[in-house]
């Protein structure tokens, strides 16, 4: 199944390079709780749901484009959780860092998940505490990895967080990656960075995929008690604050 997850990502990555490469300018509208939607949003969503409902008919979908209401998804042990389109502000400022991130949770955890960067045709995917990074067709095995000083990846739109800052200034020696989207995650993944601390607000779909990701590569992700991010179904989408680390 994870050949087929990763094949349905690429054919939406597809739709949306369509979108990004065109030369008319990108038609932005804004959702009910102020962020960015694009085309591009709306037509990766439709043919991962018409694809996710080829490959696992009996399995639900909660995408960010059309979340079910909370009375249909409260009892779900399983469940396809996806963003189309993450890094949507990447998007629209066409610097490449944005991604197709699909996720499979069973019982809260992220057991399988796909990173796309179409922009970039670079697939990471992972799955059983095995993960992988695919270049032009290649696909090698990719592991969290220590480093002298550290590398902390964060958020290419949130630099201004003045609680992140704090949390770096009292970090020590390091180094700071500034990467959007979900792509975060897997620089930790692949060794290119350490750490991952967030502390402003994400979804669940922002971060379902990436997770299954690190951890499959042997990363941690932690809220800041020290305790796994829960995917089990409750009323709101949002995460608390987390770190991705090899620590």
Same mark, same amino acid.
């Given at each position: 199944?994870?050949?087929?997850?990763?094949?349905?990502?690429?054919?939406?990555?597809?739709?949306? &390079?369509?979108?990004?490469?065109?030369?008319?300018?990108?038609?932005?509208?804004?959702?009910?709780?102020? #962020?960015?939607?694009?085309?591009?949003?709306?037509?990766?969503?439709?043919?991962?749901?018409?694809?996710?409902? =080829?490959?696992?008919?009996?399995?639900?979908?909660? #995408?960010?484009?059309?979340?079910?209401?909370?009375?249909?998804?409260? %009892?779900?042990? $399983?469940?396809?959780?996806?963003? *189309?389109?993450?890094?949507?502000?990447?998007?629209?400022?066409?610097?490449?860092? !944005?991604?197709?991130?699909?996720?499979?949770?069973?019982?809260?955890?992220?057991? &399988?998940?796909?990173?796309?960067? *179409?922009?970039?045709?670079?697939?990471?995917?992972?799955?059983? =505490?095995?993960?992988?990074?695919?270049?032009?067709?290649?696909?090698?095995?990719? $592991?969290?990895?220590?480093?002298?000083?550290?590398?902390?990846?964060? @958020?290419? @739109?949130?630099?201004?967080?003045?609680?992140?800052?704090?949390?770096?200034?009292?970090?020590?020696?390091?180094?700071?990656?500034?990467?959007?989207? #979900?792509?975060?995650?897997?620089?930790?993944?692949?060794?290119?960075?350490?750490?991952?601390? =967030?502390?402003?607000?994400? %979804?669940?779909?922002?971060?379902?995929?990436?997770?299954?990701?690190?951890?499959?590569?042997?990363?941690?992700?932690?809220?800041?008690?020290?305790?796994?991010?829960?995917? @089990?179904? $409750?009323?709101? !989408?949002?995460?608390?604050?987390?770190?991705? @680390?090899? !620590?």
């Amino acid at each position: 199944m994870l050949q087929q997850i990763c094949q349905l990502a690429r054919e939406a990555g597809a739709a949306i &390079m369509e979108i990004y490469q065109a030369e008319q300018p990108l038609q932005v509208e804004r959702k009910t709780d102020d #962020s960015p939607v694009t085309a591009a949003d709306i037509a990766a969503h439709k043919i991962i749901k018409d694809g996710l409902l =080829r490959i696992s008919p009996d399995i639900p979908l909660l #995408s960010e484009e059309d979340p079910p209401a909370w009375e249909e998804r409260k %009892n779900w042990r $399983r469940y396809w959780l996806v963003d *189309p389109l993450d890094g949507t502000k990447e998007f629209i400022r066409r610097n490449g860092e !944005f991604t197709v991130n699909i996720a499979l949770i069973e019982e809260g955890i992220p057991v &399988m998940g796909v990173v796309y960067v *179409p922009a970039q045709d670079i697939l990471y995917s992972g799955q059983d =505490r095995h993960a992988w990074k695919e270049i032009n067709g290649h696909a090698l095995p990719i $592991r969290a990895v220590p480093a002298t000083p550290p590398v902390v990846v964060v @958020s290419r @739109s949130h630099r201004d967080d003045e609680e992140l800052n704090d949390y770096l200034t009292q970090l020590g020696v390091h180094d700071t990656l500034a990467v959007g989207s #979900s792509l975060k995650f897997c620089m930790v993944a692949e060794g290119k960075a350490q750490l991952y601390p =967030r502390f402003g607000p994400t %979804n669940i779909w922002d971060t379902g995929a990436g997770h299954a990701v690190a951890i499959a590569a042997g990363a941690h992700v932690t809220d800041w008690e020290g305790k796994t991010l829960d995917y @089990s179904p $409750r009323e709101s !989408f949002l995460n608390p604050g987390f770190r991705v @680390s090899i !620590f």
